[in-house]
């Protein structure tokens, strides 16, 4: 049985409760917030408190706060937790100094309140400072998910990074094309067929090979053509600057 | 039994071949395209000529041509064809003047030779000229997939435009997140799962509701970091500017 107790009460900590509550060989003992409010949404995962001081020793006591929270921790940390891990992807280490015990449990997914996640299919990416708590790590990540990482700090700073690229910015692509579906009138969703399969593509063949459109075959009508079409200004300065990247990247002529 | 015969040789032309060669209710008379080589690729699906003027008479002729080719169609078209149509998405139907039956069958997906497309999952957007055709295109179409939709040729071009920023801007993010992870020694896949839940957040909750990450919240401290983390000229541009759009969208001051 491995004890665990959760600080924070974010979308990372919510799924990490949920997730955990529910595990066979997995005693949740505690979650700990500062807001009442959130806190309550943890009560049907385990008794929650609202006192740091109150926290009880556990085998890993997971810190799922806001990256610039964290520094605000460790000096609140009792003696006697075998191992203090932090969620945070962009975050190192040792930004649990001076605690020994440290360590890193960064699960690669993005997390949204009531949003069911797969565990089974999320990368578990680990880090521990003292090679002794590799085995208990290792098994607390083998009870959520499938896929173990052990990646250190330098290696995940550059995933978190590529990251953003993929979800945050992804994302926002996605939000200009919501938007152009709204003004003409069309249903969105009849992109996501296209949506999912460019990821797929990108995965299975390259995202080199992945690669088609105007801009690629350098089909200068079809690009301004686009750009006439388009009345927001960021929509606009956002074609133009992707499409100068990819006409560039296939060595043809910017526009 | 609906006779079809297509003119192209390129990913469209190919997709469509295999695909309605296949199909019972369904009889591919020839395919017609100007380049042997590729021509040579579709001897499994129907016969094949170089030579237009050869073309028999069908109930649809598919002209599956690059946008900038489809205007030297017409004009080589024998009277009698049932139905023209084109599958472009950026180009009108009536690209195919003067021809009066004419139409548009346009399949929203990106296609790849010998990358295995689910045509009941991709959304047929059909368009025609004469009422009197809705019905055969119709049929074609429901032969093919589940997904059928009519959208007129202005509905169309907005369609391709979103889609262009969901397939050929989103595939180039990838392209920066899987050219990070190379350079840091990391194994890209790990970012698929994201990349596939991002897309199901943004059709599930809505793009608005999806959007997470340092730019969202305002957090400056992770995305200054984030930029001295880059090296790239490319990749800090698009970076500092889908960055600026984020701040901006959600009330923030630009960086």
């Not at 004890?3 to 595990?23: Q, R, Y």
């Not at 006591?61 to 964290?70: E, F, G, K, Q, Y």
């Amino acid at each position: 049985m491995i004890t665990v107790s959760i600080i924070g009460t974010g979308n990372v900590a919510w799924h990490l409760a949920k997730c955990l509550s529910a595990k066979a060989g997995i005693h949740l003992k505690q979650i700990i917030g500062r807001n009442g409010d959130t806190l309550a949404q943890f009560s049907e995962f385990a008794p929650c408190t609202a006192d740091i001081s109150s926290q009880q020793i556990v085998d890993v006591l997971i810190i799922a706060v806001s990256d610039t929270a964290i520094a605000q921790i460790p000096k609140q940390i009792k003696d006697g937790h075998q191992l203090v891990v932090h969620t945070s992807g962009s975050m190192p280490m040792n930004a649990l100094e001076p605690l020994v015990n440290r360590g890193v449990f960064y699960p690669l997914q993005t997390f949204s309140k009531g949003f069911a996640v797969d565990w089974s299919n999320i990368p578990l990416c680990l880090e521990v400072f003292q090679e002794e708590h590799q085995v208990l790590l290792l098994k607390l990540a083998s009870a959520i998910g499938n896929e173990v990482h052990f990646i250190n700090s330098k290696e995940r700073e550059k995933l978190h990074l590529a990251a953003v690229f993929v979800n945050n910015f992804g994302n926002h692509l996605l939000a200009y094309a919501e938007k152009i579906c709204e003004e003409g009138n069309l249903d969105f969703s009849l992109l996501q067929p296209l949506a999912e399969e460019t990821v797929k593509k990108a995965f299975v063949l390259g995202s080199e090979n992945a690669q088609t459109g105007p801009a690629k075959r350098g089909d200068t009508i079809s690009l301004k053509k686009h750009l006439t079409l388009l009345k927001d200004k960021d929509q606009i300065n956002t074609y133009k600057e992707l499409t100068n990247y990819i006409l560039k990247k296939y060595g043809r002529k910017e526009l």
